[in-house]
Each structure stands twice: as C-alpha cells, then as structure tokens.
C-alpha cells in the first residue's frame, strides 16, 4: 500500500473543530487535505482525487469510505464472542481459544491485528495483569481502529476495559518482531486476512482496498518461533499451514477456517 491512496476531508454537516480535526488528521497521515464541496459525491471526489478512499473526520468519529462501501470501528463479531466467553456459553466451539491456549496474566501478540476481533478475546483471556499487543501494517486501518479501540461506545464496561487494554502499533510484523528479544510474548498468532476474502465478513470491504496484501512468509513465522514459544496461525486449508511448519491443526468440521499450531521448547 502507499499512503497516497487516500485523503481526508470531513462531513457534510461538520463544522468548527471537526474541520479543524480532519486537518491536523491529514498532517498526522502526510495525505491530502480536502474541504468537502457541498455538492459532489463522494465517489466523484475519489476519482477526482485518484484515491481509493476518504477518511472522513465525523462528530461519531473516524470513518472510512472506498467503493467497498462505509466504515465505522466495531469489533465485528468479536463481540458476539467476547459475550460467550464472559457469560461462559459454548467457547469450547470458538476454535480461536483452543488454538492460543492462553492462560491468565500471559503475553500476546497479535502481528495482523484488523479489527481487533482476535485481540479482544485474548485481551479478555489474560486480564489485567497480561498483555496484548496488535501491529498493523495499514496506516489507515491502524488509524481508525487504534483510535476505536480506546473509545468504542458500549454500556459493558468489561468489554471497554478488554478493548482498552489493547494496545498497537503501526508496523508490519517482521520490522517488529526483529526488534524484540526472545521470548518476549507466550502466544504470536498471524491471520493474513485480506489474501483469500470472506464473502460473510463484509465489514471488512471498505478498508480492503487500503490493506496489504502480502502473504505470510516461513521466515517471518521462524523469526516469530524466537520471539515466542508458541505461534499460530490462522488460514482458509491445511496446506499453506503445512508449508509454514505447523504440527498441530484445529478447526471445525464444517468451516473452512484452520488454525496451525507450530510450538517449540522454550528452554532451547
């Protein structure tokens, strides 16, 4: 991705300080500021820009427009799944927990954070005492989520600490986990998303035209197994898992999703 493919301007109906917050936005991200026309579409204003999206500075806060469609933060249907895990209801089927395996004040590092849907649960698993941490490679995608995540709305005020605690940084994986000395996190977990799409997971479409799309390399996932014990991996079949090493697969019968499981002795 190059961080030219989007601009950033700001509601139609916004005024004052919104405009003021799309510009210091648009410094931040170094991408073009623009002053929203009071009579051109969106999409006429990408391709008169040649962006493939706005991100557009909003009294709810950041939003993110592309042909994909309009973007608002939500955990998606980490929600949905932090509920279960906090009222204890079925999390024996959320293939997810089996695979990390974490266990209260643990580290975790998510290394392809998107929505942070993964990260809430983990976040919830290892409590306050514990730690995650989520890297993202998209400054766009970092941006509006890293800001979501600390401000989500919702009357659950476990769930705002779970997502509270997450913290994030813009980088991509291998620059990051170079920087870190061995066994610095118990559980690294990968899920290349954006390579084979989901049709059901449309919340992502909007921000799909802004993320990168390189696939998980071996090297990346060996440099992983130094700076943690256990590393899983998250892909759409068994084969690619195999490539990359893993010994140990997890998922449901009737669902594509695989988590790979490559492990080695931390005492080594």
Known sequence: MTIERFAVTYGRACRGETVTRAKRWALELQVPYVARPESISLDSMMQELQVEALLIATDRGPHVYSRGGDFFYHPGMGILRWKKLFNQQGMSEDHFVEAIALQAGQRYLDATLGLAGD??????????????????????????????????????????????????????????LRQQPADSFDVIYFDPMFRFP???????????????????????????????????????????????????????????????????????
Not at 119 to 138: D, N, P, R, W, Y
Not at 142 to 169: C, E, M, W
Not at 225 to 234: Q, Y
Request: hydrophobic share 40%.
């Open 198 to 268: 989901v049709k059901a997971a449309s919340g992502m479409k909007p921000l799909r035209p802004l993320a990168l799309e390189q696939p998980l390399n071996p090297e990346t996932v060996e440099e992983a197994l130094r700076v943690s014990p256990r590393v899983v991996i998250k892909e759409r079949g068994i084969k690619i898992l195999q490539q990359l090493g893993c010994q140990k697969f997890t998922g449901g019968r009737y669902s594509s999703v695989v988590y790979g499981i490559r492990t080695r002795d931390v005492s080594r």
């Open 119 to 176: 990260a809430l649960i983990a976040s919830h698993l290892v409590g306050a005492q514990g730690k995650v941490m989520g890297l993202e490679a998209s400054p766009l995608l970092y941006f509006v989520v890293s800001r979501g995540l600390k401000t989500y709305p919702s009357r659950l005020g476990n769930l705002v600490a779970d997502l509270q605690r997450i913290q994030t940084v813009l980088t991509d994986s291998m620059t990051y």
